[in-house]
Protein backbone atom coordinates (compact mmCIF):
# COMPACT_ATOMS: atom_id res chain seq x y z
CA UNK A 1 0.00 0.00 0.00
CA UNK A 2 1.13 3.58 -0.93
CA UNK A 3 1.10 6.84 0.71
CA UNK A 4 -0.04 9.74 -1.19
CA UNK A 5 1.11 13.67 -1.26
CA UNK A 6 -0.42 15.87 -2.76
CA UNK A 7 2.47 18.59 -3.52
CA UNK A 8 1.44 22.43 -2.97
CA UNK A 9 0.44 23.21 -7.13
CA UNK A 10 -1.72 19.77 -7.58
CA UNK A 11 -3.58 21.11 -4.15
CA UNK A 12 -4.46 24.36 -5.85
CA UNK A 13 -5.83 22.16 -8.74
CA UNK A 14 -7.95 19.84 -6.90
CA UNK A 15 -9.06 23.24 -4.91
CA UNK A 16 -10.18 24.82 -8.23
CA UNK A 17 -12.95 21.97 -9.21
CA UNK A 18 -16.48 21.23 -8.16
CA UNK A 19 -18.76 19.20 -8.55
CA UNK A 20 -19.05 15.11 -10.21
CA UNK A 21 -15.35 15.74 -11.64
CA UNK A 22 -13.82 16.43 -8.39
CA UNK A 23 -15.00 13.24 -6.68
CA UNK A 24 -14.35 11.27 -9.64
CA UNK A 25 -10.92 12.54 -9.49
CA UNK A 26 -10.23 12.00 -5.37
CA UNK A 27 -11.41 8.45 -5.97
CA UNK A 28 -8.92 7.71 -8.39
CA UNK A 29 -6.14 9.36 -7.03
CA UNK A 30 -7.27 7.10 -3.61
CA UNK A 31 -7.17 4.57 -5.68
CA UNK A 32 -3.49 4.78 -6.27
CA UNK A 33 -2.69 4.36 -2.72
CA UNK A 34 -3.64 0.61 -3.57
CA UNK A 35 -2.39 0.04 -7.11
CA UNK A 36 0.46 2.59 -8.17
CA UNK A 37 -0.04 2.07 -11.94
CA UNK A 38 -3.08 1.10 -12.40
CA UNK A 39 -4.97 -0.13 -15.83
CA UNK A 40 -4.69 2.57 -18.10
CA UNK A 41 -1.40 4.82 -16.46
CA UNK A 42 1.02 5.57 -18.94
CA UNK A 43 4.22 6.44 -18.28
CA UNK A 44 5.59 9.75 -19.15
CA UNK A 45 7.93 10.15 -22.14
CA UNK A 46 9.05 13.71 -21.78
CA UNK A 47 9.36 13.79 -17.88
CA UNK A 48 9.85 11.38 -15.22
CA UNK A 49 6.17 10.18 -13.80
CA UNK A 50 2.51 8.79 -14.39
CA UNK A 51 -0.42 9.96 -15.51
CA UNK A 52 -4.31 8.76 -15.25
CA UNK A 53 -6.87 9.89 -17.19
CA UNK A 54 -9.99 11.15 -15.60
CA UNK A 55 -12.98 12.27 -18.30
CA UNK A 56 -11.18 15.21 -19.66
CA UNK A 57 -8.33 15.57 -17.09
CA UNK A 58 -5.08 14.00 -15.98
CA UNK A 59 -3.77 13.36 -12.86
CA UNK A 60 0.36 13.34 -13.19
CA UNK A 61 2.26 11.55 -10.35
CA UNK A 62 5.93 9.94 -9.50
CA UNK A 63 6.23 6.93 -7.60
CA UNK A 64 9.31 6.56 -4.87
CA UNK A 65 8.73 2.91 -4.96
CA UNK A 66 11.53 2.41 -2.06
CA UNK A 67 9.19 4.29 0.08
CA UNK A 68 6.36 3.48 -1.11
CA UNK A 69 4.94 6.85 -1.42
CA UNK A 70 3.07 8.59 -4.91
CA UNK A 71 3.49 12.42 -5.19
CA UNK A 72 0.56 13.71 -7.06
CA UNK A 73 1.95 16.98 -8.52
CA UNK A 74 -0.41 18.02 -10.91
CA UNK A 75 -4.26 17.49 -11.56
CA UNK A 76 -5.44 19.53 -15.09
CA UNK A 77 -7.60 19.54 -17.72
CA UNK A 78 -6.28 17.47 -20.87
CA UNK A 79 -5.56 20.57 -23.24
CA UNK A 80 -3.28 22.07 -20.31
CA UNK A 81 -1.82 19.19 -18.70
CA UNK A 82 1.11 18.75 -20.62
CA UNK A 83 2.35 21.99 -21.20
Given at each position: ????????????????????????????IMG????????????????????????????????????????????????????
Amino acid sequence: MYKLRILPQAQRDLDRLRGKIFHKIKDEIMGLSLCARPQGALKLTNEEGYRIRVADYRVLYRIDDNSKVIFIYRVKHRREAYR
